[in-house]
Structures are given as structure tokens and as C-alpha cells.
């Protein structure tokens, strides 16, 4: 109980400071900030696999900066070095018969780190990169540093290919796309992208009153409570969806099967829990290795929390729920009947030509997509998606 007195206020601010604003601010973004979130509290790293130009690095930084924290951003090539990652060897010091590297400013003094085509860098880059990404250590020669980084975001608009490259890989516990922004959200694009650009003109406006962020320090206060939550209740079906993936052909290997516990717990913080529950596995859906695996596991994931849920529900009162274990998608129900309605309607339009109907069948089937993403918490609910998912696919035929 003292750890939730401490956990409860901490989420909740950081919520409303934070991830909330960072959600109004950047349209269908609202996955990969929450995503963002989950990845700091629990101290691992997620990889964004999109093409440029969708906001990747823009979020990240903005996150740093709602927290105060510091950031460092860097575009690998080919020919990068690992002095533009890891900073120069201190000249200073090296007279004195010394190698230490001045990292000021750079991905060893950072506390949030953004880097971008994360797959092109050479071998002396990359082998670095794996303590740093997994140990949270940085080594040079018999230098030895401990980093404070919370998170490591990489960027990339490939997936590798190189089996060299397979160890780095499996350092991004979660992997997610960034895609642009659907025509519909055009609008909100428009509106809000311009907002953004003024502020960048402008400048940076008037500094927060004391104690209105989220600091770096409270999110490190945060992070200390995760070894507090209790994850042996869901061992046993933990491990039997972890089963399921595997046999499904994902490789899904040791490591990363003990380290998604971190993010199993950090989704239980943010649910103000100090116990996992399975509806903590929303965070398992972002564990594909190829992006042909992630409808597979989605389902599996989302058959776990169905049962769970429904479980519960007969039981008592059912647990809270990260919203992304119910509702990645941010629509209710009522919002994806609305929108069927309308391309319904819109289809008994005899005037339409086959490249209209062929649209509107496509968006059809988006909305069926946003539908499986939905777990219902209610009797009057499953019934509504059931009868709406049902309609929908008689649309189909």
C-alpha cells in the first residue's frame, strides 16, 4: 500500500503533463507516446519502423523536453563514428597517460536518446551499442560508466536483413509502426502541424510554474516501484501465451521473454496496481520480429485479455485497465458504429464507380481492424461489438 500512496499521484501527473498533452498534440500518434511512456518507467528501448517525415524523433524530444530531460539524437551512416555517438577522447587527459572520453552532450550523458536509421551503422558502432542497450553501460578501452538513460528510441524504414545485426535487433524489446496519418485525419493534421510550426518560430514561451512537469527525477521515482509489483499471478498464463507466440513460429527469445515482465509491471503501475494482471500483456503485441507476425500475435494477445476480462467480470469488479489493453485505438464503440453508418450510406449510392466502391470497401475493413482491437468490459458492450463487427463483415460479402 505505501508503494501505491507513492505510484498513484506519480501516474497521475505524469498522465496529465505529460502523455496526455503529447497525445493532443500529435494526430495518430497516440500508440507510439504511449508506448514511449511504458518503455522509460520499465528502462527499456523501442524500435519505430516507418518511412521519415512521421514525427519520430520529434515526439521523442518533445517527451525529453516535457520532463526536462536530456536528449541526444543522431543519424547513423555507414560512415559514422563512434566519437559523433559516444563524444572524442578527452586530449587533457590522454596527456596524462589517461583515455577518457568527454561525453557532454552526448548519448552516454543522455537520459533520452533518439537514433535514427539505427541499422546502417558500422560494426565498431553497433558492437558499442549493445551494452549501452542492454546493460545501460558504456565502454571504452577499461573505461567503464553507468548511463542514466531512461530510454533508447531507434528509427528505422527497414527491418534488417543482416544476421549481424540480429543481436541489436533483439535489444528493441517492442517494435512498432509510424506510418503518416490517415486522409481522414488530414484536418487534424493541418490544424495541429501548423500549431507546432508557430510554436517553433516563436520560440520557447514562458517557463512552467515550479512543480507543474513531470520531472526527470519523479519519472526515476517511478521506475523504482516497478520491483515492487507482483508478477507470480500471471505466471501461468504469461507463460502459456509466451508458448502460443513461439509455436505460432515467432522467435521470441529468452531474454526478451524475462525483460517484457519489466513491461507487463510498468503497464500495472500505470494502472495504479502493484499486481500484473493479464490485461497487462497489451504490451506482448508489440514483440513481432517480422511485421507479417504482428496480426498473428495481436490476436493471441487479444484473446488472453478477453478471457481475463470476462474471468473477472464475473467474478467482482474487475481490475483498472491500461486503456491500450482495451482500446489502442482511442475509439469507442459508438464512434466506430458512427463512421460504418456513414460509409453504409454512402454505398447505396448507385452513381458510384468501382474505384469508390473498392475505397469504401477498404475502409470497411478498417474499421473491422480497429474493432479487433477493442475488449469489451460489459455485457452491453460485447454485444454491441458483436452485432457491429457482424454487420460490417455482411457489408463485406
Not at 216 to 226: D, F, I, V
Not at 353 to 358: A, G, K, P
Given at each position: 500500500m505505501e508503494t501505491l500512496k507513492i505510484v498513484e499521484p506519480l501516474v497521475a501527473k505524469f498522465r496529465k503533463t505529460t502523455i496526455d498533452p503529447l497525445v493532443e498534440r500529435f494526430v495518430d500518434r497516440k500508440e507510439t507516446i504511449e508506448l514511449l511512456a511504458v518503455t522509460a518507467v520499465a528502462g527499456e528501448n523501442l524500435l519505430l519502423i516507418g518511412p521519415p517525415g512521421t514525427a519520430k524523433s520529434q515526439i521523442v524530444q518533445d517527451f525529453a523536453a516535457e520532463l526536462e530531460g536530456r536528449y541526444f539524437e543522431c543519424l547513423?551512416?555507414?560512415?559514422?563514428?563512434?566519437?559523433?555517438?559516444?563524444?572524442?577522447?578527452?586530449?587533457?587527459r590522454l596527456k596524462e597517460g589517461i583515455v577518457e572520453t568527454n561525453t557532454e552532450g552526448m548519448l552516454?550523458?543522455?537520459e533520452f536518446a533518439f537514433i535514427d536509421e539505427v541499422f546502417n551503422g558500422n560494426s565498431a558502432i553497433l558492437n558499442s551499442m549493445l551494452n549501452v542497450l542492454n546493460e545501460r553501460t558504456f565502454r571504452r578501452g577499461r573505461e567503464r560508466r553507468r548511463l542514466a538513460l531512461f530510454c533508447v528510441v531507434g528509427a528505422s524504414n527497414r527491418l534488417p536483413e543482416d544476421p549481424g545485426l540480429r543481436a541489436l535487433y533483439d535489444r528493441f524489446l517492442l517494435r512498432a509502426r509510424c506510418d503518416p496519418v490517415s486522409d481522414g485525419s488530414l484536418p487534424l493534421l493541418f490544424d495541429r502541424g501548423w500549431k507546432i510550426e508557430q510554436a517553433r518560430i516563436r520560440g520557447p514561451g514562458p517557463a512552467a510554474a515550479p512543480g507543474a512537469?513531470?520531472?526527470?527525477?519523479?519519472?526515476?521515482?517511478?521506475?523504482?516501484?516497478?520491483?515492487?509489483?507482483?508478477?507470480e499471478p500471471i505466471r501461468a498464463p504469461y507463460l502459456e501465451l509466451v508458448r502460443r507466440i513461439r509455436g505460432a513460429g515467432v522467435a521470441l527469445s529468452d531474454r526478451r521473454v524475462v525483460r517484457l515482465l519489466r513491461l507487463v509491471a510498468a503497464s500495472a503501475l500505470f494502472c495504479g496496481r502493484v499486481e500484473a494482471t493479464p490485461a497487462d500483456f497489451w504490451v506482448l503485441r508489440y514483440a513481432w520480429d517480422a511485421e507479417t507476425q504482428a496480426g498473428l500475435i495481436d490476436e493471441l494477445v487479444t484473446q488472453t485479455i478477453r478471457a481475463y476480462v470476462e474471468q473477472a467480470e464475473a467474478a467482482g469488479p474487475v481490475p483498472a485497465l491500461h486503456e491500450m489493453a482495451v482500446n489502442r485505438a482511442g475509439l469507442a464503440i459508438a464512434d466506430l458504429g458512427r463512421r460504418f453508418f456513414e460509409l453504409a450510406q454512402r454505398a447505396e449510392d448507385a452513381t458510384l464507380?468501382?474505384?469508390?466502391?473498392?475505397d469504401l470497401k477498404q475502409r470497411m475493413t478498417e474499421l473491422l481492424r480497429l474493432g479487433s482491437w477493442i475488449v469489451p468490459t460489459g455485457a452491453d458492450d460485447r454485444r454491441a461489438l458483436g452485432e457491429l463487427t457482424a454487420q460490417i463483415k455482411a457489408k463485406l460479402k
Open positions: 547513423l551512416t555507414r560512415f559514422s563514428e563512434p566519437n559523433e555517438l559516444f563524444g572524442p577522447v578527452d586530449i587533457a552516454p550523458d543522455a512537469r513531470f520531472t526527470t527525477g519523479e519519472l526515476r521515482t517511478l521506475c523504482s516501484a516497478l520491483p515492487d509489483v507482483a508478477v464507380t468501382e474505384l469508390e466502391r473498392l
